[in-house]
């Protein structure tokens, strides 16, 4: 007899062991290329593969509704991650989003959110590494250089400007908390001492677009100053001129891409262009010729359709009255058919034609000529049916038919008749 097991009372049975949460290891920075990259470790489960989760692109700030969800992810993450030690540091917000500079109203949204959970920022200048395109002192002592004429009103307003010495980064911090304090002086003198940084960046944007002057790329520049007056917050270890050198250089960039074309192109769109059109000069160097779409689609890692679509959409817009040829005595529109209206030649036959069918229409009753008149459209230009025109006169559509008939019958044997025949030739 096989022995029965003796089942084990409930209280010998092992208790089992509650799964221990492990603490969350921090992100240990790792120095690659002047930036602090980190990298994150994930233990592969044994036997099954580890899935990943989808990363943002970086380079690029999402854009739209799916755009801004992946930015509050990445800012809830850059937040859970600081909460524990209390701060974080300006790699890791460069880290999450690496070109914020991009769009320095969600930087400032990102300070504010930092500052609600009680999580300080801690500069370690990697942050004002991202203004490296900021003008250096040599560059803004050269800022009435111009390697083109300027217009005069240019070089009054250069040498103006020019009489306001450059400030120091304790003067600047002065200026800023009385700017804070609503100071309308210290904003003047704030906006005054960096109008030849305005200068030194809207030089580099001349003659990219025949629609703005260097004076329009001066003003524009001057809102973004504005702006970054308006923003800054000396308490962030930012150096002033930094800081509005990003507002400074989207003012006029984004002037380009919405002022540079007759119809206007997104700005996303522009930046695309503009690699396409890099892409493009890289081929054309490589190839010895002009590359195919395959071949810029392949390059730039976008399908074929897309390189299509910004090749229709960053041609120029050329005027119809633009002057063609060595004499300029012709213009473009002078070359271009235009298959939708008449010609005027046409316009007279037409009217000829018209005045001739009159004539010949007066010598029918009126119940003939009316039926004519709805059956080829000769009022209203919709031809109607036999059974629409017999509702009309309340008989049946074959007796329509016989009517319409006789008309032409009488048309054919009218003594103008000939006339038309001409017309139909012409036609």
Same mark, same amino acid.
């Given at each position: 007899? !096989? /022995?029965? =097991? $003796?089942? %084990? +009372?409930?209280?010998? #049975?092992?208790?089992? @062991?509650?799964?221990?949460?492990? *603490?969350?290891?921090?992100?240990?920075?790792?120095?690659?290329?002047?930036?602090?990259?980190?990298?994150?470790? !994930? /233990?592969? =489960? $044994?036997? %099954? +593969?580890?899935?990943? #989760?989808?990363?943002? @692109?970086?380079?690029?700030?999402? *854009?739209?509704?799916?755009?801004?969800?992946?930015?509050?992810?990445?800012?809830?993450?850059?937040?859970?991650?600081?909460?524990?030690?209390?701060?974080?540091?300006?790699?890791?917000?460069?880290?999450?989003?690496?070109?914020?500079?991009?769009?320095?109203?969600?930087?400032?949204?990102?300070?504010?959110?930092?500052?609600?959970?009680?999580?300080?920022?801690?500069?370690?200048?990697?942050?004002?590494?991202?203004?490296?395109?900021?003008?250096?002192?040599?560059?803004?002592?050269?800022?009435?250089?111009?390697?083109?004429?300027?217009?005069?009103?240019?070089?009054?307003?250069?040498?103006?400007?020019?009489?306001?010495?450059?400030?120091?980064?304790?003067?600047?911090?002065?200026?800023?908390?009385?700017?804070?304090?609503?100071?309308?002086?210290?904003?003047?003198?704030?906006?005054?001492?960096?109008?030849?940084?305005?200068?030194?960046?809207?030089?580099?944007?001349?003659?990219?677009?025949?629609?703005?002057?260097?004076?329009?790329?001066?003003?524009?520049?001057?809102?973004?100053?504005?702006?970054?007056?308006?923003?800054?917050?000396?308490?962030?270890?930012?150096?002033?001129?930094?800081?509005?050198?990003?507002?400074?250089?989207?003012?006029?960039?984004?002037?380009?891409?919405?002022?540079?074309?007759?119809?206007?192109?997104?700005?996303?769109?522009?930046?695309?262009?503009?690699?396409?059109?890099?892409?493009?000069?890289?081929?054309?160097?490589?190839?010895?010729?002009?590359?195919?779409?395959?071949?810029?689609?392949?390059?730039?890692?976008?399908?074929?359709?897309?390189?299509?679509?910004?090749?229709?959409?960053?041609?120029?817009?050329?005027?119809?009255?633009?002057?063609?040829?060595?004499?300029?005595?012709?213009?473009?529109?002078?070359?271009?058919?235009?298959?939708?209206?008449?010609?005027?030649?046409?316009?007279?036959?037409?009217?000829?034609?018209?005045?001739?069918?009159?004539?010949?229409?007066?010598?029918?009753?009126?119940?003939?000529?009316?039926?004519?008149?709805?059956?080829?459209?000769?009022?209203?230009?919709?031809?109607?049916?036999?059974?629409?025109?017999?509702?009309?006169?309340?008989?049946?559509?074959?007796?329509?038919?016989?009517?319409?008939?006789?008309?032409?019958?009488?048309?054919?044997?009218?003594?103008?008749?000939?006339?038309?025949?001409?017309?139909?030739?012409?036609?």
């Amino acid at each position: 007899m !096989k /022995k029965s =097991k $003796k089942k %084990k +009372p409930k209280s010998q #049975k092992r208790k089992a @062991k509650k799964p221990v949460k492990k *603490k969350k290891k921090l992100k240990k920075p790792l120095k690659r290329q002047g930036q602090l990259k980190f990298k994150k470790a !994930k /233990k592969a =489960k $044994k036997g %099954k +593969p580890t899935k990943s #989760k989808k990363e943002v @692109k970086l380079g690029r700030l999402p *854009k739209g509704a799916k755009g801004r969800q992946l930015n509050e992810e990445s800012l809830k993450e850059l937040v859970e991650s600081g909460r524990p030690r209390g701060f974080v540091t300006d790699n890791e917000i460069l880290y999450y989003f690496p070109k914020i500079e991009e769009d320095l109203t969600f930087l400032e949204e990102i300070y504010e959110r930092l500052e609600k959970a009680g999580i300080k920022v801690i500069e370690t200048s990697a942050l004002l590494d991202v203004g490296k395109d900021e003008p250096k002192a040599a560059e803004l002592k050269k800022f009435s250089e111009f390697e083109t004429d300027v217009p005069d009103a240019v070089q009054m307003y250069l040498k103006e400007i020019g009489k306001t010495p450059l400030l120091t980064k304790d003067e600047e911090k002065d200026l800023a908390k009385r700017n804070e304090k609503g100071d309308e002086e210290a904003r003047q003198k704030l906006m005054k001492a960096n109008l030849r940084l305005v200068v030194s960046i809207a030089k580099r944007y001349v003659n990219r677009t025949p629609h703005l002057s260097i004076l329009d790329l001066i003003q524009e520049g001057n809102l973004g100053l504005s702006r970054a007056v308006e923003k800054f917050d000396y308490r962030r270890g930012f150096k002033f001129s930094t800081y509005a050198t990003w507002w400074i250089r989207q003012a006029i960039t984004r002037a380009l891409a919405d002022q540079s074309r007759t119809i206007r192109i997104p700005v996303h769109m522009v930046e695309t262009i503009s690699k396409y059109t890099q892409v493009r000069r890289q081929l054309i160097q490589e190839l010895g010729r002009d590359p195919l779409a395959e071949e810029i689609a392949a390059e730039m890692g976008i399908d074929i359709e897309k390189i299509r679509h910004i090749q229709k959409i960053s041609q120029e817009v050329l005027s119809i009255e633009s002057p063609v040829g060595e004499e300029e005595d012709s213009t473009l529109s002078d070359f271009i058919p235009d298959d939708k209206n008449a010609s005027p030649s046409q316009l007279v036959t037409q009217s000829l034609l018209r005045d001739l069918i009159k004539e010949i229409l007066v010598d029918l009753s009126e119940r003939e000529q009316k039926i004519l008149k709805m059956r080829f459209g000769l009022e209203d230009g919709v031809s109607h049916t036999l059974e629409e025109v017999g509702k009309v006169f309340g008989v049946t559509r074959e007796r329509i038919r016989q009517i319409e008939s006789k008309a032409l019958e009488k048309i054919r044997e009218h003594h103008k008749s000939d006339q038309l025949k001409n017309f139909d030739e012409l036609g």
